[in-house]
């Protein structure tokens, strides 16, 4: 049976876990952070990352499930709003800018791995015939459907449905902003691999620094609570699953407090 939740304890732990954070105390915040967590073993908050991006906990393998289904399926009814005109993000145009551009498809099969509201679904949708939709936010995916542009749509952890899935191959695989919310990107590499047809198409959008940047780790929570990779660890991970790369080409992912979020748009091709 789950844990039942103390709303009121956890709230005023996790408020002031912020307030102290803002204001510079980092071992006050740091307390209260490990007393919510302690409150909500589940980490609806996401306060493994939150503590990563401070230096006072170790880098999870990835964002915890219970914080991205929360943060958006809270932010579902704004999330074009925030996500397109606040933040500049444009990812999927540039997907398809690229793959027209290098003349691959139209496209029998498309899966989009956290299609979100529908974004590359929307950007894509004259390019393949089929297109399956995965998000981990039910609010999200009710949105999706309201357009009516995927065939199939899917309320999952998209490492989970990869692993599960016994539908036919698909020939082109997307993840836009995906990465962002995984530290090791094995699991999402090798489920790729397992559900693309041979030369099948993978392209992903991730948020980089540079090795030096990173100290030599292959991935760091930065301070907006999301992870940056190492193009290097990209690179050598995708190689090592068997693809490869046809472009790995640098992009501004988004606007971050008004700065651009270096990253990269990565094409790869199953062998």
Do not use: W
């Not at 914080?67 to 999330?79: C, I, S």
């Not at 009710?142 to 009516?148: C, G």
């Not at 199939?152 to 191959?169: C, G, I, R």
């Not at 501004?252 to 748009?265: A, D, K, W, Y």
Request: net charge negative; aromatic share 8%; hydrophobic share 45%.
């Amino acid at each position: 049976m789950a844990q039942k939740i103390d709303e009121e304890a956890l709230a005023e732990a996790y408020n002031r876990a912020l307030a102290l954070e803002k204001s510079g105390d980092v071992d006050g915040a740091e307390a209260a952070y490990r007393q919510a967590l302690a409150l909500d073993p589940d980490d609806h908050g996401g306060i493994a990352v939150r503590l990563a991006a401070l230096g006072r906990g170790e880098t999870p393998p990835k964002a915890p499930e219970a914080y991205v289904e929360t943060l958006f399926d809270q932010h579902a009814a704004a999330f074009e709003d925030i996500l397109v005109e606040q933040l500049g993000y444009a990812v999927p145009m540039f997907v398809r800018q690229r793959l027209q551009t290098l003349g691959l498809g139209p496209f029998k099969r498309l899966l989009d791995l956290g299609c979100g509201t529908g974004l590359a679904g929307v950007a894509l949708g004259d390019m393949a015939e089929d297109m399956t939709g995965i998000d981990i936010s039910e609010n999200m995916v009710e949105i999706a459907h309201d357009k009516e542009i995927y065939e199939t749509l899917y309320v999952a952890e998209v490492e989970d449905f990869l692993e599960d899935n016994d539908d036919d191959p698909f020939d082109i695989i997307t993840a836009c902003d995906v990465v962002p919310y995984l530290g090791g990107l094995e699991a999402l590499f090798f489920g790729a691999a397992e559900n693309l047809r041979p030369k099948g198409l993978f392209i992903f959008s991730a948020e980089t620094r540079s090795a030096e940047e990173l100290a030599g780790e292959p991935y760091r929570v930065y301070p907006f609570h999301r992870f940056v990779h190492s193009p290097d660890y990209i690179r050598e991970r995708l190689l090592a699953t068997g693809f490869e790369i046809l472009e790995m080409q640098d992009i501004n992912v988004r606007m971050q407090e008004g700065e651009p979020s270096p990253g990269v748009l990565v094409i790869a091709r199953l062998a």
